[in-house]
């Protein structure tokens, strides 16, 4: 049996620069590398940098103050298709945040890149890009990704079987390990079933996804 517990990264709720988010991501595992691709325009910021996210480009504007960069969310249609009323440039949805002086925005819709962003930002200001038909709760992304990880798979080729809500006894959610002390108290959360090609496995997360098992299935 594999027991794997996953944490996202604490959320900051004050970036000063780009730097700041930066340093963040690297600090929580990503690889992070500036490009020389421009920023698209519209969002009056001082300074707009491009950055490629392990495998995924996200776009940061950086604001002298942080009521421009509240200014600049608000002008964002909560579907994410536009600013002000402008088609953003981008195809489909974004995702987008606003933390301290920046605003981030990413057009991708890879589910581990979200969910780190989301992480170190807090709640997109934005619907969630297109992806699977299922509404998934977070607790369900957090296990694909956890389950993908510890496969080695790209989570894009992770399927999700299906999830149904628990209530475990104690913070071990139902697997603790040999010799484990575990929480007490009732923990709500999730029991997910994953699949990719020939393989298959379940996790057991807690309502949100800060804390994912994982057991492999035959």
């Known amino acids: 049996?594999?027991?794997?517990?996953?944490?996202?990264?604490?959320?900051?709720?004050?970036?000063?620069?780009?730097?700041?988010?930066?340093?963040?991501?690297?600090?929580?595992g990503a690889g992070v590398k500036d490009t020389a691709i421009a920023a698209p325009q519209g969002f009056n910021a001082r300074a707009a940098q491009t950055l490629q996210v392990d495998q995924g480009l996200v776009y940061v504007y950086e604001y002298?103050?942080?009521?421009?960069?509240e200014a600049a969310a608000t002008r964002l249609a909560p579907d994410g298709l536009s600013l002000s009323g402008t088609p953003l440039p981008w195809e489909g949805r974004v995702s987008a945040w606003q933390a301290g002086q920046i605003l981030v925005v990413y057009p991708g819709t890879e589910g581990g890149l979200v969910l780190l962003l989301s992480g170190l930002l807090g709640d997109p200001l934005t619907a969630q890009p297109d992806g699977p038909e299922e509404p998934y709760p977070p607790a369900v992304a957090a296990a694909l990704v956890a389950w993908a990880d510890s496969q080695a798979l790209d989570p894009a080729s992770v399927e999700v079987i299906?999830?149904?809500?628990?209530?475990?006894?104690?913070?071990?959610?139902?697997?603790?390990?040999?010799?484990?002390r575990c929480a007490?108290?009732?923990?709500?959360?999730w029991v997910v079933d994953l699949?990719?090609?020939?393989?298959?496995?379940?996790?057991?997360?807690?309502?949100?996804?800060?804390?994912?098992r994982l057991i492999p299935k035959d």
Do not use: N
Request: hydrophobic share 45%; aromatic share 4%.
């Open 1 to 28: 049996m594999l027991l794997l517990a996953a944490c996202r990264p604490p959320v900051q709720d004050a970036f000063a620069s780009s730097q700041s988010l930066i340093t963040a991501l690297r600090e929580a």
């Open 64 to 69: 002298a103050e942080v009521e421009q960069a």
């Open 162 to 180: 299906g999830y149904t809500a628990a209530e475990w006894l104690d913070g071990c959610l139902g697997l603790p390990a040999s010799g484990e």
């Open 195 to 212: 699949r990719a090609g020939e393989l298959s496995g379940s996790a057991h997360t807690d309502d949100l996804g800060l804390q994912v």
């Open 184 to 189: 007490p108290g009732a923990v709500r959360g």
